[in-house]
């Protein structure tokens, strides 16, 4: 039927959108354009005996802000109210004499911990500031979630035009607050405020919004980024140092990626960057000057991120560095759920891969120990005895499955660089490669 309708159609027309007194024409592509503001979306016409066929093309443009600041929450700070707007935007909106008013979800632990310090900074800002905490847990990451934020939201009645719903949280609640907004009347900006390491460097960057559903990991989401993230370190220091450490696996990632000298950072200064937990003294004012490690490494983070996640915002193109690790760890996490944490898991699939890449002559011996030990430093598990070889094949296969029926293996070819295969890991490299990572890490422990 589909081959037919396509065969059928010969004559093809383009047409540009000029938008003229207010309406919008269709001017065939290589006539004289109206004068008036010119789209850039197309459409083109077939036309056959059958009928017509009309296909049409319409980019559709993001744009977001990620910022790195200080004292987010210091009334004199204007980040949380204007950061999302650029500087023409903001003299609009300061102009516009409405009374402010904002949204806010926030994870209840960090309520805990943060919460009045929120009120403060909203009450000191004639802000009329509704503020919702709620217990974003991973076992809790439901459609539930997303229900009470879009009730309170509705009830709140928020201009979606100028009031960003704002959500203070670790991943968990970045991700559910994300897709309360793409969902509430098509798509609420919304506002990012990562308070753990690990969605600082990861889930506040990109476009994905999700919870879990029919027992699966983010089974339900959206790809809408919010308007803005505005990054802040200093929520890191009530985080437990476990939690620290899972944040650095997500920048290992990076680092063996695509970045050398963000893996000699890491190490060689990642005991002390989990043991400071990633502040900068404060004597170190001037980054641009004499950027700590902290503020280097995090940086390097966000930026590689930066440049995998904004051409493929949308995950079609299916080559993806960044799932480096995330091949064998879904199904482990799920597996041993709640014992090993998402960077945890993240960490034993890297450790796992490093194996496999020697194995295949892609890393030295040395490399590869190298590479292990910046693990260890990191507190992070480099084995785990639920990680079988069945579980790894499995994984593997289900891989297969999901990436369109061929191969997709991110893999490190030295420090800090890598190569996307697409061939299958011969069986006996697998399992070689299994051996000795058994052999060589079972014992490790977390040293
Ligand atoms: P999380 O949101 O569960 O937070 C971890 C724990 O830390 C929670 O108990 C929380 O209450 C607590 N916490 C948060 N901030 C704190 C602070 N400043 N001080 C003390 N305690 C604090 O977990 P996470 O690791 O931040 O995020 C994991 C989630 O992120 C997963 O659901 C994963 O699917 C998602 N994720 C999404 C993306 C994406 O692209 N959207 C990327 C990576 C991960």
Known sequence: MLSNLNSGHSQQAKFNLVQVKGTWIRQPEQSQLAEG???????????????LLWTVVSPIIFSYRVIQCRNILDPGNDTLLWGHLGDEELKGTLSNSKPLRRF???????????????AQYFKARKTVCKILPLPTTEENKGLELVTRILEQVHEFGIDRRSEPIIAIGGGVCLDVVGLAASLYRRRTPYIRVPTTLLSYVDASVGAKTGVNFAGGKNKLGSYVPPVATFLD??????????QISNGMAEMLKMALMKHRGLFEL???????LLHTKLQSCESNNDVSEHEDCATASTRIAIETMLEELAPNLWEDDLDRLVDFGHLISPELEMCVLPALLHGEAVNIDMAFMVYVAHQRGLLTADEKERIVQCMLGLELPVWHQDCTLALVQKSLRER?????????????????????????????ILHQAYQKWTDELSDSGNK
């Open 37 to 51: 503001k010119l789209s850039d979306a197309e459409i083109s016409q077939n036309k056959s005996e059958n009928g």
């Open 104 to 118: 806010v979800v926030i994870d209840e632990t960090v309520n805990h911990l943060y919460g009045s310090q929120v």
């Open 233 to 242: 370190r200093s929520f890191f220091q009530t985080l437990p140092p476990r």
């Open 266 to 272: 890491l190490e060689a200064e990642g005991r002390k």
């Open 400 to 428: 297969v499955k999901h990436s369109g029926g061929s191969v997709r293996m991110p893999l490190p070819t030295g420090l800090g660089q890598a190569e996307i295969f697409h061939d299958m890991i011969e069986d006996n």
